[in-house]
C-alpha cells in the first residue's frame, strides 16, 4: 500500500529555517508530481509548492517564493521543503501529496501524507 510520511516539523523562531521531508513507501513515485501544501488552525489547505517528476520544473505560491524550496531524490522516493526565512504566517500542518501528473492543478494529488506541524513563533 503507497504510503506518504512527512517529517522534520517542529518550534522554531521567526527568521529561522526547517527541512521537511517525505518519504515514500509501497511503490515508487518516480513517475509522480510531487507537492506540498499546508493548513493554518481555521483555514482551508493551501498549495505551497509542487514539483515535476523529473524535478525539471518547479512552482510555489507567491507567499513563499524566494524563501522555500522544493527538490526530490528519486532513487530514494523523497522530496523535501526547505524553509528559510520562517514567519509566523507559515505557521500550519505541512502535508505532502503526489499527482500523476504536474499540470492537474490542486485535485489532482491523490496520495496524502499525514502531516507534520511546523510553529513560527515571533
Known amino acids: 500500500q503507497a504510503q506518504l510520511v512527512e517529517s522534520g516539523g517542529g518550534l522554531v523562531q521567526a527568521g529561522g529555517s526547517l527541512r521537511l521531508t517525505c518519504a515514500a513507501s509501497?511503490?515508487?513515485?518516480?513517475?509522480?508530481?510531487r507537492g506540498w501544501f499546508r493548513q493554518a488552525p481555521g483555514k482551508e489547505r493551501e498549495f505551497v509548492a509542487a514539483?515535476?517528476?523529473?524535478?525539471?520544473?518547479?512552482h510555489y505560491t507567491d507567499s513563499v517564493k524566494g524563501r522555500f524550496t522544493i527538490s526530490r531524490d528519486n532513487g530514494k522516493n523523497t522530496v523535501y521543503l526547505q524553509m528559510n526565512s520562517l514567519k509566523p504566517e507559515d505557521t500550519a500542518v505541512y502535508y505532502c501529496?503526489?499527482?500523476?501528473?504536474?499540470?492537474?492543478?490542486?485535485?489532482?494529488?491523490?496520495?496524502w501524507g499525514q502531516g507534520t506541524q511546523v510553529t513560527v513563533s515571533s
Open positions: 514539483i515535476s517528476a523529473s524535478g525539471g520544473s518547479t
Open positions: 509501497g511503490q515508487t513515485f518516480s513517475t509522480y508530481a
Open positions: 501529496a503526489a499527482s500523476a501528473t504536474f499540470y492537474g492543478g490542486n485535485g489532482a494529488f491523490v496520495y
